[in-house]
């Protein structure tokens, strides 16, 4: 992420192998924000 300017590197709290399950609106937003951006 440190090399590329369009990377963000996110860690969400409580979650493993399936974070779109394990907290499906964190990593909705995270999305959204993300495509915002881009």
Same mark, same amino acid.
């Given at each position: 992420?440190?090399? #590329?300017?369009?990377?963000q590197y996110v860690e969400m709290? #409580?979650?493993?192998?399936?974070?779109?399950?394990?907290?499906?609106?964190?990593?909705?937003?995270?999305?959204?924000d993300f495509l915002e951006i #881009?």
């Amino acid at each position: 992420a440190d090399l #590329n300017n369009n990377i963000q590197y996110v860690e969400m709290a #409580n979650t493993a192998h399936f974070p779109m399950l394990e907290d499906a609106p964190t990593y909705l937003q995270k999305l959204q924000d993300f495509l915002e951006i #881009n």
